[in-house]
């Protein structure tokens, strides 16, 4: 099984989405489902996908898990939940026993977006991320470099924990990279417990000035840093059509795999979301 381990539906004339602001965003700025997602899956040979968190609200992730049931290509969901709410335990509960609920896989937050760099080391989050762990449940961390060193620490605090970084913790790839980004994800990828998501790659690029060979050297170094093992494919549709087609996408980072050999490819468009996400799917 082929699988695009982050994808995002939304609908801007139902819900706020406060990160979609910018006038750059506009394109994007309309609803997209799973009708829109499904030939895409199609014409790119993808069998399934993970539908990821777009906004901090439990209303969202209620509603991607009524999606996840009534849809068989949606085989996870990483969703959002309160890490500092005291009683999250009782809230997972709640989301695995909803129709779709034994699809979550996941909590994320938008930890970039919150003004202390060390968020993710706050006591009541920590409390909430080990409520996330005993329910068998993986984190995501949406981080920039500023937020990696507090995402090293958590990893290292939760040596048993499962982690995702998204988008490779975008590194600047548009200034052409940073030494800072560089062994800061070094230092993560250290921890064991920590997969890397090659995704958002392109947006992350001047989007009108990108290609394969543009983004090669971050896959590469991602790949450095995590192993064969813990790369993992995902295409973050519809962010990423700002650059380029899910197509466009798809190809620039199967050819930026293509270098790291036949069984890093195989591993990053499947065998490790499932392995991280712990999905029961024959890949």
Same mark, same amino acid.
């Given at each position: 099984?082929?699988?695009?381990?982050?994808?995002?539906? %939304?609908?801007?004339?139902?819900?706020?989405?406060?990160?979609?602001?910018?006038?750059?965003?506009?394109?994007?700025?309309?609803?997209?489902?799973?009708?829109?997602?499904? +030939?895409?899956?199609?014409?790119?040979?993808?069998?399934?996908?993970?539908?990821?968190?777009?906004?901090?609200?439990? *209303? *969202?992730?209620?509603?991607?898990?009524?999606?996840?049931?009534?849809?068989?290509?949606?085989?996870? /969901?990483?969703? %959002?939940?309160?890490?500092?709410?005291?009683?999250?335990?009782?809230?997972?509960?709640?989301?695995?026993?909803? +129709?779709?609920?034994?699809?979550? /896989?996941?909590?994320?937050?938008?930890?970039?977006?919150?003004?202390?760099?060390? %968020?993710?080391?706050?006591?009541? &989050?920590?409390?909430?991320?080990?409520? &996330?762990?005993?329910?068998?449940?993986?984190?995501?961390?949406?981080?920039?470099?500023?937020?990696?060193?507090?995402?090293?620490?958590?990893?290292? $605090?939760?040596?048993?924990?499962?982690? &995702?970084?998204?988008?490779?913790?975008? +590194?600047?790839?548009?200034?052409?990279?940073?030494?800072?980004?560089?062994?800061?994800?070094?230092? #993560?990828?250290?921890?064991?417990?920590?997969?890397?998501?090659?995704?958002?790659?392109?947006? *992350?690029?001047?989007?009108?000035?990108?290609?394969? *060979?543009? #983004?090669?050297?971050?896959?590469?170094?991602?790949?450095?840093?995590?192993?064969?093992?813990?790369?993992?494919?995902?295409?973050?549709?519809?962010?990423?059509?700002?650059?380029?087609?899910?197509?466009?996408?798809?190809?620039?980072?199967?050819?930026? #795999?293509?270098?790291?050999? +036949?069984?890093?490819?195989?591993?990053?468009?499947?065998?490790?979301?499932? $392995?991280?996400?712990?999905?029961?799917?024959?890949?």
């Amino acid at each position: 099984m082929i699988i695009d381990a982050h994808q995002h539906f %939304w609908d801007p004339a139902r819900a706020d989405y406060p990160w979609m602001a910018a006038d750059e965003l506009a394109p994007i700025r309309r609803a997209f489902g799973p009708a829109d997602l499904a +030939p895409l899956l199609t014409a790119n040979g993808i069998d399934a996908s993970i539908l990821v968190q777009c906004r901090s609200a439990l *209303e *969202e992730t209620e509603e991607f898990l009524r999606i996840a049931h009534a849809t068989p290509s949606v085989i996870g /969901v990483v969703g %959002w939940a309160d890490l500092t709410d005291g009683a999250l335990g009782d809230t997972l509960e709640r989301l695995r026993g909803l +129709p779709g609920g034994d699809k979550l /896989v996941g909590i994320r937050h938008q930890v970039h977006d919150e003004p202390d760099p060390d %968020w993710l080391l706050r006591e009541d &989050v920590q409390r909430g991320l080990t409520a &996330v762990f005993a329910h068998d449940l993986a984190y995501d961390f949406l981080v920039r470099s500023r937020e990696l060193p507090a995402a090293i620490a958590t990893a290292q $605090a939760f040596p048993q924990a499962r982690f &995702v970084l998204d988008h490779a913790a975008k +590194p600047p790839i548009a200034a052409g990279g940073s030494s800072e980004w560089a062994a800061r994800i070094k230092a #993560l990828g250290a921890c064991g417990n920590v997969w890397c998501k090659i995704s958002g790659l392109a947006t *992350e690029a001047a989007w009108n000035d990108w290609d394969a *060979e543009r #983004l090669s050297p971050f896959v590469v170094h991602a790949a450095s840093c995590f192993g064969e093992g813990r790369l993992i494919f995902g295409s973050d549709w519809p962010v990423c059509l700002l650059a380029g087609s899910y197509g466009e996408i798809k190809d620039a980072l199967e050819a930026c #795999l293509a270098k790291l050999g +036949p069984q890093a490819r195989d591993k990053a468009f499947g065998v490790n979301a499932a $392995a991280v996400y712990r999905l029961a799917v024959a890949t």
